[in-house]
């Protein structure tokens, strides 16, 4: 019997890689890398507007830092890319010069067309299993988006709106995001 070895990448060794080529994303998947086509103009507009919203009210109430697409280590063999990150105040001891060094209070992921499974089910678990406290999903397509809390372990819903609904949705109980702004029409 032939004997196979395989050998997974870790973080570390990803992080040396450097820059992405031009029009992929890569991120590090179980020590596999995983390739992603660039985001749709929907998915970019709904990204801007989101990230806009956010950063404004991040940043006029001290509360952390928002950032978009960046490297972040969920452990020794999974480097994901959230669309959107926040880190509150206290936790932005974990903002690495490459790489996010540990999971965000926020992920946010926009859906594009080829990322539906990998969002709602693969990043879900991931992010879950990581500790990202706050976890939402936005579908341009569907004009939705959806929110969720870790609670001992488990994402349990914590909001949801769709169309032109203003949402609330935590750890921003006191921000009220008008979803019509995030749908290009």
Known sequence: ??????????????LRLGEDPPGVRLELVEGEIAVS?????????ALIQLVTILNVHVTRNSLGIVF????????RYNVRRPDILFFSSARTHLIGQKAMQGPPDLAVEVISPSS??????????QYRDAG?????????????IEAWRLEQGKYVSSGRGC????????????????LSRLWRR
């Open 68 to 75: 978009g697409d960046v490297d972040t280590i969920l452990d």
């Open 1 to 14: 019997m032939p004997i196979i070895s395989t050998t997974k990448m870790t973080a570390e060794q990803f």
């Open 116 to 125: 539906v499974q990998i969002d709602r089910a693969d990043k879900f678990a």
């Open 163 to 178: 169309e032109d609904d203003v949402v609330k949705l935590p750890p921003f109980d006191d921000l009220e995001i008008p």
């Open 37 to 45: 086509p660039s985001p749709t103009p929907r998915h970019s507009y």
């Open 132 to 144: 990202v406290a706050h976890y939402w999903i936005v579908d341009p397509d569907s004009r939705t």
